[in-house]
């Protein structure tokens, strides 16, 4: 069974840090472009990062470029997310996604980052 | 990287049909079929239920189909049923090699 499992999200303060991380199992994980998406609360899906398979390609939202970076590490099955200067329009839940094809399938169960003094 | 443009909401009876659209530009939806949309039930994750706009993954009901005129796309549900009523967002790739949402529709089964 194909499983993405996040982790990492908590609360912090505006202009902190952190990284998330997102455990997939059940498939060959290098074959397949990997992805970010959050979703503020209440509010609707955004698309944030993108990896290929062996991290060479990457593209980002313009409202995180410069301050997010994705990685992934295939030894160990995981994908990261490094977001660095966090503002308060950070705050969501951010979901990790495999990219099959050029659609998002499945998705984790979220993990969430609020962002507040 | 603007939203993709959902009505907010939309609703129907059982057993009726609704469309939901998906306006972009020739940027991303009028740009490839790369348009997919996404059935999210309130706190949980994404479910794929179109990709490549108009094919539906293994398991979805074959009640869900998508199809595409120039920049909108459309997600049309027949055969309303009081499980449908949910949130649904389209995506596309675009020719900034970036992906895009829409903003979401809720559906109400009335």
């Known amino acids: 069974e194909v499983q993405l499992v996040e982790s990492g999200g908590g609360l912090l303060q505006p202009g902190g840090s952190l990284r998330l991380s997102c455990a997939a199992s059940g498939f060959t994980f290098n074959d397949y472009w990997m992805h970010w998406v959050r979703q503020a609360p209440g509010k609707g899906l955004v698309w944030v990062s993108h990896i290929n398979g062996d991290g060479s390609r990457i593209t980002y939202a313009d409202s995180v470029k410069g301050r997010f970076t994705i990685s992934r590490d295939n030894a160990k099955n995981t994908l990261y997310l490094q977001m660095n200067s966090l503002r308060a329009e950070d705050t969501a839940v951010y979901f990790c996604a495999r990219g099959d094809g050029w659609q998002f399938d499945p998705w984790g169960q979220g993990t969430l980052v609020t962002v507040s003094s | 990287q603007s939203a993709l443009t959902q009505p907010g909401s939309v609703s129907g009876s059982p057993g009726q049909s609704i469309t939901i659209s998906c306006t972009g530009t020739?940027?991303?939806?009028?740009?490839?079929?790369?348009v997919s949309w996404y059935q999210q039930r309130p706190g949980k994750a994404p479910k794929l239920m179109i990709y490549d706009v108009s094919n539906r993954p293994s398991g979805v009901s074959n009640r869900f189909s998508g199809s595409k005129s120039g920049n909108t796309a459309s997600l049309t549900i027949s055969g309303l049923q009081a499980e449908d009523e949910t949130d649904y967002y389209c995506?596309?790739?675009?020719?900034?090699?970036?992906?895009?949402f829409g903003g979401g529709t809720k559906l109400t089964v009335l």
């Open positions: 995506s596309s790739y675009t020719r900034s090699r970036t992906w895009v």
């Open positions: 020739s940027s991303d939806v009028g740009a490839y079929n790369y």
